[in-house]
């Protein structure tokens, strides 16, 4: 099987009444920066009417019944002569229909590809929000095809949000790039069309979500033949050059999350209990009487998970609960679960969840470790052991004076939080710990990679101490 990207996206036309679509542009670069294997890539200007029609109609033919299409197409779309009409670089207002290319004319393309695996990614900017519609409809005969098919859309209205987005990328088109550069996890294997939704999903912050869809709920359509059984066998055939983090890294490593719940949740409560008053030993002792079960299910849910992704037999997972906390010991990394009071809000309860112990640094990089606490962990945790001072950490910061960093501290210098634009984390030092947090939902692999980038940009400022050696 071989993996044929194609990917089309016009942002740039000869006619200035149409304005440019900044974020294509922007994507455009980091597509170009990828030499990807029997790939077409057309974008900018060289996106004319006659290149789109024949490249793709060519692209879309060349692929075997054994390998698997990504499509990529973004642009702008308007409607007249009863048609959908994708704009080209050099479309004329005035005679659109023999400028731009049908929309139904390309679903038909794709519907009549070679390859036995279709997958599409199609992101496009309409003038009304009725065109959305109507573009499901024409795309939604392409996911009747024989083989595994399936057919992202997303659609942005030229109005209020389309100046708000113009400084920036396309919603997905960094996730896809990593995708199909095999920079994801996600894309080492197979993968199913919901698991696919889901990563993208995780991956691309609410609110850009929110901004790029005009406010409403819905980031994205997913649109497949056999929803459940939609399976690609892979999503890249470009090789993955090296590890997201290294394996030494994780030495005194383990990983945070915690979920909020209203005090009333908990299973033990009755009516004439109320929260605590404070959040001290005693209320914490107080809440865990009121846990009940709740901790050993979860847990027990979550051995279960573990043997069926890891293929772990029983004996492999040690089980362990009492009422408000408990433990899972596995040949690769134990999991701790403890209720616990909030300070800020005394009627609500923390479930804390922390992975320590890490034994097999290469099962905690794997995918499977991401599926499974993926929407459960949300920091990590290093501990530090005297390699710096955080006072001269502090101090070295300031000096540089960068705009890209943000530095807080207190004035005796015994912790300071560190954020470097773009990360997406926030660092919080002191001479014992480094906790790092994700400032939007990451997963493990996205705070570790965030982390990553995030000490080699440090490291390259002048006498900045590492915080994790190599």
């Known amino acids: ?5 194609i990917i089309v996206q016009v942002g740039q036309f000869q006619e200035p009444g149409f304005a440019k679509l900044a974020p294509l542009v922007n994507t455009s670069k980091g597509w170009e920066d990828v030499a990807f294997p029997r790939s077409l890539l057309l974008s900018g200007l060289r996106g004319t009417r006659s290149a789109v029609v024949s490249k793709l109609k060519k692209a879309l033919a060349e692929p075997s019944a054994a390998d698997l299409a990504t499509v990529v197409l973004a642009g702008r779309l308007i409607e007249t002569d009863g048609d959908i009409w994708w704009l080209a670089s050099d479309t004329l207002s005035e005679d659109v229909p023999e400028t731009a290319v049908s929309l139904t004319w390309l679903a038909g393309q794709l519907t009549n590809c070679t390859a036995g695996q279709l997958l599409v990614f199609a992101e496009f900017w309409i003038e009304s929000s009725d065109l959305s519609g109507r573009c499901h409809d024409l795309l939604r005969r392409v996911v009747e095809r024989a083989g595994p098919s399936a057919v992202f859309l997303m659609t942005h ?3 209020v949000d389309f100046e708000e987005t113009q400084a920036q990328q396309t919603a997905w088109g960094a996730e896809i790039l990593k995708l199909l550069a095999g920079r994801a996890v996600i894309s080492r ?3 199913s069309a919901e698991g696919l939704a889901n990563y993208l999903r995780h991956e691309l912050p609410k609110t850009e979500r929110l901004l790029r869809t005009g406010g409403t709920a819905d980031d994205f359509m997913l649109l497949s033949s056999n929803p459940g059984m939609c399976q690609f066998d892979r999503l890249s055939d470009c090789e993955v050059s090296e590890s997201i983090f290294p394996a030494s890294g994780f030495t005194g490593l383990s990983f945070w999350g915690e979920r909020r719940l209203p005090f009333e949740k908990l299973p033990g409560v009755r009516p004439f209990h109320t929260p605590p008053d404070r959040a001290d030993v005693a209320a914490e002792r107080f809440l865990q009487s009121l846990a ?3 901790v050993s299910d979860q847990l027990t849910a979550l051995c279960q998970v573990m043997r069926d992704q890891y293929g772990l037999k029983r004996r492999d997972l040690e089980l362990a609960c009492e009422p408000g ?6 040949p690769y990394f134990d999991v701790l679960q403890t209720i616990g009071s909030c300070a800020a809000a005394l009627d609500t309860v923390i479930v804390r969840t922390d992975v320590v112990n890490i034994r097999k640094p290469e099962q905690v990089l794997s995918g499977v470790f991401d599926s499974i606490f993926g929407g459960q962990l949300q920091g990590l945790k290093v501990a530090c052991g005297g390699r ?14 960068l705009p890209a960093i943000d530095l807080q501290y207190d004035q005796a210098g015994e912790w300071c939080t560190i954020e470097v634009s773009g990360f997406h984390i926030r660092m919080r030092v002191t001479n014992s710990w480094l906790v790092v947090e994700g400032t939007r939902p990451l997963g493990p692999h996205g705070l570790l990679a965030s982390f990553a980038k995030a000490q080699q940009f440090l490291q390259s ?3 900045y101490p590492r915080l994790i050696t190599d």
Do not use: C, F, H, K
């Open 1 to 5: 099987m071989s993996v044929w990207p």
């Open 157 to 159: 209205l030229m109005g």
């Open 292 to 294: 009940g079960e709740l």
């Open 325 to 330: 906390a408990g433990s899972v010991i596995t």
């Open 388 to 401: 710096w001072v955080v006072n001269e950490l502090i101090d070295q910061l300031e000096e540089q004076r």
């Open 189 to 191: 294997s197979g993968v």
């Open 461 to 463: 400022l002048e006498d």
